[in-house]
């Protein structure tokens, strides 16, 4: 599978921005997708899950209630929404997909596209 990001970019804390990753390769409607991020001099961490259904989605406290993971299996890409941005979001954003969700839930999916920057400054 291989994924390709996009949609980055500055947006004031507050703003919205909706990141998209295309994947090519292999069946996308049979794989769960994710998205992570690393901050400037930190670990990389989750940020939100979809299974391959599109059904069952999981989210990390930190953007719950504001980012909205989702899936298009006929353009096979994945999206993630974020609105309400705040300073801590800036961060480079990756998107996965593993055969299993709970790869993804755990952080260890199998393929990893390049990441988009997010900046959304005070």
């Known amino acids: 599978v291989q994924l390709q990001a996009s949609g980055g970019g500055l947006v004031q804390a507050g703003g919205s921005l909706r990141l998209s990753c295309a994947a090519s390769?292999?069946?996308?409607?049979?794989?769960?997708m994710g998205w992570f991020r690393q901050a400037p001099g930190k670990e990389r961490e989750f940020v939100a899950a979809i299974n391959w259904s599109g059904v069952i989605r999981y989210y990390s406290d930190s953007v719950k209630g504001r980012f909205t993971i989702s899936r298009d299996s006929t353009q096979n890409t994945v999206y993630l929404q974020m609105n309400s941005l705040k300073p801590e979001d800036t961060a480079v954003y990756f998107c996965?997909?593993?055969?299993?969700?709970?790869?993804?839930?755990?952080?260890?999916?199998?393929?990893w596209g390049q990441g988009t920057l997010v900046t959304s400054p005070a």
């Open positions: 996965s997909a593993d055969r299993e969700y709970n790869q993804v839930v755990l952080s260890h999916p199998n393929y």
């Open positions: 390769g292999r069946t996308f409607s049979g794989y769960a």
